[in-house]
């Protein structure tokens, strides 16, 4: 599975769009980019992921570049609630044989 | 509610006692995993299933044994307790091990003193 790279942490004021990185570079084509986040002391919660067309849900968006070697999660109006650690994963969709490697990710803190 | 369940939510031991970390899930998922969590890391994997009487080793495998005898278990077992265990563990399953359909559990608090 491909590396990623996220910032260490960020800061988001409350109401506003939380735009967070992670660059993939060597990202393969049958890879697909997923988004997880873990609130304080929580189990990871899933949000998101795509291929490489923009994806929009309840919780998020998710903006891939068109040679995919980055992408942004965004979180349109950030609340207090948001404030958590942000995981970018890359794998592909294989059933059974592959698993959830998590780098470090991305501190976002979202202040009132 | 549907989900999975961890037990204990907090456990304190002795260095060289055993004990086994419990994991259930209600949702009839193939998939189920182990993974631990130190201060300031992400999760690292240890164990996983992909279905019943099948498991295969992660990332961080030593001192930990499991076995999947059905489909909603999957239980942790560590052999003989080392401080260097301490730590923060979860356990997630996962439809047919699809990435986007992990669901994790609250996480079991592990002191080894």
């Known amino acids: 599975d491909a590396k990623t790279t996220q910032p260490t942490s960020m800061d988001c004021a409350e109401g506003r769009a939380a735009n967070l990185p992670c660059n993939h570079s060597t990202i393969s084509g049958n890879e697909y980019v997923y988004w997880y986040r873990q609130i304080h002391s929580q189990g990871p919660q899933y949000i998101i992921h795509g291929l490489k067309n923009n994806e929009t849900n309840e919780m998020a968006s998710l903006i891939i570049t068109e040679d995919r070697k980055s992408s942004t999660l965004i979180l349109p109006h950030a609340t207090l609630r948001d404030t958590a650690v942000y995981y970018c994963?890359?794998?592909?969709?294989?059933?059974?044989?592959?698993?959830?490697?998590f780098g470090t990710g991305t501190r976002l803190t979202v202040i009132p | 509610n549907a989900g999975v369940t961890q037990t204990p939510k907090f456990q304190v031991l002795k260095t060289g006692q055993s004990m086994t970390l419990q994991c259930a899930q209600d949702m009839n998922h193939e998939y189920m995993s182990w993974y631990r969590q130190d201060p300031g890391m992400g999760l690292r994997l240890i164990h996983y299933s992909v279905g019943a009487g099948i498991t295969d080793q992660g990332e961080v495998p030593n001192g930990y044994n499991v076995s999947r005898s059905t489909t909603e278990d999957f239980p942790l077992r560590l052999l003989s307790a080392a401080p260097s265990q301490t730590s923060v563990y979860f356990c997630?399953?996962?439809?047919?091990?699809?990435?986007?359909?992990?669901?994790f559990g609250s996480g079991t608090r592990l002191t080894v003193v």
């Open positions: 994963i890359v794998r592909s969709d294989q059933t059974g044989a592959n698993n959830l490697f």
């Open positions: 997630a399953s996962s439809s047919q091990g699809r990435g986007y359909g992990y669901t």
